[in-house]
C-alpha cells in the first residue's frame, strides 16, 4: 500500500492478510513487524475477521522511507491510508505497546476509520525524563553496535522467564531484522509522543485492555487504570506472559479479543 500524506514523506506499507469479514489491523510494538501476530493470524480471529498485520514504515517488509523521526501521527497516517486502500471502513484496530501509541494517535486523527480498539501491553502516558534519557541512550546503541546489541538489551523485558525458545528465537531474529536507522527514528518518536491519559475518557468505541501478568514495561495495573479510564471498556490479563502477550500466549491473547468481536 502506497501513502502519501500531506507533509510527509511517502512511504509503502507492507500488509499480510488472512481470515474473512470485517477488517481488523494490527499494529507491530518497537522494533518489531508483522511476526508477532502470525500465531494469531493462524487461529480463531480469522474466522471473524479479515486480519491485516502491518509491517510500519521502516519495519519487516515495509522500506525505511528516510525519515529522521517515525512520530505515532505518521505512523496512524499510514495504518489511515491502509484502511482507506483495503476498503473496509471503520477497522477494529489492535496495537501492541508502540503499537498502541499509533492506535491512539489513529483514534484521534482519524476517528472514523476505528470500529474498536484493542489495547494491549501499552501506556497512555509520555515518556518520563528518566525514559527519555534511555531512549537516547539505546539509540546511540542501535547506531553503533546494530540490532543485535538492541535484542540484547531488550529481550529479558519482552518475555517471561522460562518462555518458549521459539519465541525468544523470532523476537530477536525480528529485531535483528530491523535498519537502526529505523530503530534510531523509532527512538525519537517514542520519546517525544504525547500523554494521552486525559484522551482516554472521550473514546467512545468499543475498547478491550489486555495485559501480560508478567509485563514489566506494562504492568496489569498500569493496563488497568487505563481500561478504568475508558468508558464501558473491558480488561483481560494473559496469565504467564510479558510484555508480548500475542505471541507467548496467542490462543488466550485471541479469547480475549473474541470477547469484544461478538
Not at 519487516?60 to 491510508?81: C, I, K, L, N, Q
Not at 529481550?155 to 523476537?171: F, I, V
Not at 473514546?203 to 468508558?231: F, K, N
Amino acid at each position: 500500500v502506497a501513502t502519501a500524506a500531506a507533509g510527509q514523506r511517502p512511504a509503502r506499507i507492507a500488509v499480510h492478510l488472512r481470515g474473512r469479514g470485517p477488517l481488523a489491523v494490527m499494529i507491530h510494538g518497537f522494533p518489531l513487524d508483522h511476526r508477532l501476530w502470525l500465531d494469531v493470524l493462524h487461529g480463531e480471529l480469522a474466522e471473524r475477521r479479515t486480519l491485516c498485520a502491518i509491517d510500519l514504515r521502516g519495519h519487516g517488509h515495509s522500506p525505511w522511507a528516510g525519515d529522521a523521526v517515525h512520530t505515532m501521527e505518521r505512523f496512524a497516517d499510514d495504518v489511515a491510508a491502509v484502511i482507506r486502500a483495503l476498503g473496509d471502513e471503520p477497522a477494529d484496530v489492535c496495537g501492541l505497546s508502540m503499537g498502541g501509541y499509533v492506535a491512539f494517535a489513529l483514534h484521534e486523527r482519524h476517528r472514523e476509520r476505528v470500529r474498536s480498539l484493542v489495547l494491549t501491553n501499552t501506556k497512555a502516558s509520555a515518556d518520563s525524563a528518566a525514559q527519555r534519557s534511555g531512549r537516547v541512550q539505546m539509540a546511540e546503541t542501535a547506531a553503533e553496535r546494530g540490532g543485535r546489541a538492541v535484542a540484547d538489551a531488550m529481550l529479558p523485558k519482552l518475555l517471561a522467564a522460562g518462555s518458549d525458545p521459539l519465541h525468544r528465537a523470532t523476537t530477536r531474529a525480528m529485531i535483528e531484522a530491523q535498519s537502526p536507522a529505523a530503530i534510531v527514528a523509532d527512538l525519537r518518536g517514542l520519546a517525544q509522543r504525547k500523554d494521552r491519559r486525559g484522551e482516554l475518557a472521550t473514546c467512545a468505541r468499543p475498547t478491550m485492555v489486555i495485559a501480560g501478568e508478567r509485563d514489566p514495561i506494562s504492568p496489569p495495573g498500569e493496563m488497568q487504570a487505563i481500561a478504568d479510564a475508558i468508558p464501558n471498556a473491558r480488561f483481560e490479563v494473559i496469565a504467564g506472559t510479558a510484555h508480548l502477550s500475542p505471541l507467548e500466549n496467542a490462543a488466550a491473547w485471541s479469547s480475549a479479543v473474541a470477547k469484544l468481536w461478538t
